[in-house]
C-alpha cells in the first residue's frame, strides 16, 4: 500500500504561504501527517504542506506569489511506485518523474549539479541482481531531499501542524493519479 501523498514545498515564509493558499494552521500537532493537509517550517527557510491526496500538490497554487520563491510540488503513489517533483525557480522550470509516463522509466530534464543522483540511482539498480528495490522511484525524492533538506519518509528537523480551509482538493479518477 505505502504512502499516496503530494507536498507543496516553497522557500518562504510558512504564514505567507498559508495565506496564499487561503489556509488557516490550526495549531495542533499533527506528528503522523493523519490529517489532509498539513504544515510545517524547516530551519533553512523551506515551507512544506503536506497532502494526505496525491493529487493535491502543484506549483501553479502559489502563482502569484510575490516576490516568487523557488517552489516545488512533490507527488507520491507507493501502490503503483509512481513519482512526481516539479520545480519552478526564478531562473527555470524542470520536472522529473518515475512511473508517471513510461513505468519502469525515469523521465523529466533536471540540472546537472543533481545528475550524480541520477548517476548513483542507476548504478545501484544496475547492480541489483534481485530487482528488490526501485531506485529509481526515489530520485525525485533524494532531488527534493537535496533542494530542502527534507525528506517525505524520514525523520526531519520539522514539526507539522493541522491546517484547514483553500480549494477543496480535486479528486480524479483512480487510474490517474498524477
Request: aromatic content about 8%.
Amino acid at each position: 500500500m505505502g504512502f499516496r501523498i503530494s507536498l507543496l514545498a516553497a522557500r518562504a515564509d510558512k504564514g505567507i504561504v498559508l495565506s496564499r493558499l487561503g489556509l488557516t494552521d490550526t495549531g495542533k500537532a499533527d506528528e503522523a501527517n493523519e490529517t489532509p493537509l498539513s504544515a510545517g517550517e524547516l530551519p533553512n527557510g523551506w515551507t512544506i504542506i503536506w497532502s494526505s491526496d496525491c493529487d493535491w500538490a502543484g506549483v501553479e497554487r502559489l502563482d502569484g506569489l510575490t516576490p516568487r520563491p523557488p517552489v516545488m510540488s512533490l507527488m507520491v503513489h507507493e501502490g503503483v511506485m509512481a513519482c512526481r517533483l516539479v520545480v519552478v525557480d526564478d531562473t527555470a522550470r524542470w520536472s522529473v518523474g518515475y512511473g508517471d509516463e513510461r513505468e519502469g522509466e525515469l523521465t523529466g530534464d533536471w540540472p546537472a549539479s543533481l545528475a550524480p543522483i541520477v548517476a548513483q540511482a542507476r548504478d545501484r539498480a544496475s547492480k541489483d541482481d534481485d530487482g528488490e528495490v526501485d531506485y529509481l522511484f526515489e530520485v525525485p525524492v533524494l532531488m527534493m531531499e537535496a533542494i530542502t533538506g527534507y525528506r517525505y519518509d524520514g525523520a526531519g528537523d520539522v514539526t507539522f501542524t493541522a491546517v484547514e480551509g483553500g480549494a477543496p482538493m480535486q479528486r480524479r479518477a483512480w487510474w490517474k493519479f498524477f
